[in-house]
């Protein structure tokens, strides 16, 4: 069984969990934090030099760190990613974007107010500039979602499970997420499938 090195409140493990849920993967789980020096351990730099997690082990002793690249592992061949080619190439762009665009801002401004050892580096100017390239990425989430259930091509994608995972939580960070009815749509949609679980589960 593929072992998973989590930290439960996080976006980018939760990808991990709920793609593994919808295809009906069980992963053994094994729970770390960047708060309490774990990631820092020779042990787990052995196992990932980077020192992030998720990180999975696989059954023979081979490791995989970066969310969508496990996800993207895990998924190979399921109707997760699409077989059609510029749908799966439409997905890998919104992978991107979430690395790139939406997680450094969304993800981030989130941790500020959540994790008190943060609390401090929550300047104004931070704040604002977080709030806006956060903005910008709904929006960008938005224009797809207004017109279209998924993000790429017409059924669930990893697109859909990595942008889910911070979105769902944007809230916290202090985003209005009912100036996006799109992606309030698109949310409930995710949400209400079988295979569903929740950050917490
Ligand atoms: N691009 C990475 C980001 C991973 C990441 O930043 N993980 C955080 C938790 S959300 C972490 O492990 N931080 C530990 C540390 O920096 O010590 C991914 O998508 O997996």
């Keep these: 069984m593929i072992t998973l090195y989590d930290m439960p409140d996080s976006g980018n493990s939760y990808k991990v969990r709920l793609a593994a849920a919808h295809l009906g993967r069980p992963l053994r789980r094994v ?35 970066e969310s969508n690249a496990i996800m993207l592992y895990l998924a190979e061949g399921s109707a997760l990613v699409p077989a059609d080619s510029y749908d799966r190439a439409k997905m890998y762009e919104w992978l991107f974007f979430e690395q790139y665009s939406h997680e450094p801002a969304i993800a981030v401004r989130r941790a500020l107010f959540v994790y008190e050892e943060r609390r401090h580096l929550a300047t104004p100017e931070r704040l604002a500039q977080l709030l806006d390239a956060g903005n910008r990425a709904l929006t960008v989430m938005e224009t797809r979602l207004a017109g279209h259930d998924w993000l790429a091509g017409d059924a669930l994608s990893l697109a859909d499970i990595a942008l889910y995972a911070y979105t769902h939580t944007a809230e916290e960070g202090g985003y209005d997420l009912a100036l996006y009815p799109g992606i309030v749509g698109w949310m409930a949609r995710i949400a209400a499938l079988p295979a569903h679980i929740g950050l917490s589960a």
Excluded: C, Q, V, Y
């Excluded at 020779?42 to 081979?62: C, H, Q, S, V, Y």
């Design 31 to 65: 729970t770390m934090s960047s708060r309490d020096g774990s990631t820092r351990s020779p042990g787990f730099l052995a196992k990932n030099p980077i020192g992030k997690l998720p990180t999975i082990e696989l059954a023979d002793g081979r490791f995989l760190a």
